[in-house]
């Protein structure tokens, strides 16, 4: 059996712990803030905190679940902080919206993805937060239900029963929702 040996440096090691997991960690934390910059802000406050902690890292069986579980409850703790807040950031357009608009002149293949996909994000953000992120990590990303339970601390009947009614609600909501591609295609 070959042992896995790990760079010297602190540096070096973080990387080759963290670096296969930043795309989930980034789909993840956009799919939750809904922002481009506000998720990425989240990924590096995350990985900043975790940085001095190489050792601990190290030791983790499922690296990938340990760290969504750990940016999860960092983006409750931010939410919970910005709720309270006075400042509201809501009053700029979304990203999403200006892409849309962009694209609106496209091919109208794009633009049946790009309406489907505005569709589903709205249905998804049209139901409970912990229903979603149940469904996010389920049904988007892959997790199997044991695993979404450990990384949202919650029982696996509480699981399946929060999955089975987002996907009822999904459904409802993208039936009640569904828009047509413009004439002009």
């Known amino acids: 059996m070959t042992l896995l ?21 980034h789909r993840m934390a956009y799919r939750w803030t809904q922002h481009g910059d506000e998720a990425e802000d989240l990924v590096q406050d995350v990985l900043t905190r975790l940085f001095p902690r190489v050792a601990e890292l190290e030791k983790v069986d ?22 309270n807040s006075p400042i509201d950031d809501n009053a700029e357009p979304s990203a999403d919206d200006a892409l849309f608009d962009q694209r609106m002149t496209g091919e109208c293949e794009q633009l049946e993805k ?26 988007v990303e892959g997790y199997a239900v044991l695993e979404v339970a450990e990384i949202l601390d919650l029982n696996v009947g509480t699981v399946k029963s929060r999955l089975h009614r987002a996907r009822k609600k999904l459904r409802l909501a993208l039936e009640a929702g569904t828009k047509t591609v413009p004439e002009t295609c």
């Open 114 to 139: 790009l309406i489907l996909q505005r569709e589903l994000n709205r249905a998804l953000f049209s139901i409970d937060s912990g229903w979603r992120d149940v469904v996010l990590l389920h049904d």
């Open 5 to 25: 040996r790990w760079p010297k440096r602190p540096e070096d090691r973080f990387t080759a712990l963290v670096r296969p997991h930043l795309r989930l960690l």
């Open 62 to 83: 499922k690296l990938g679940p340990w760290l969504v579980r750990v940016l999860y409850r960092r983006f409750v703790d931010l939410y919970r902080r910005n709720a």
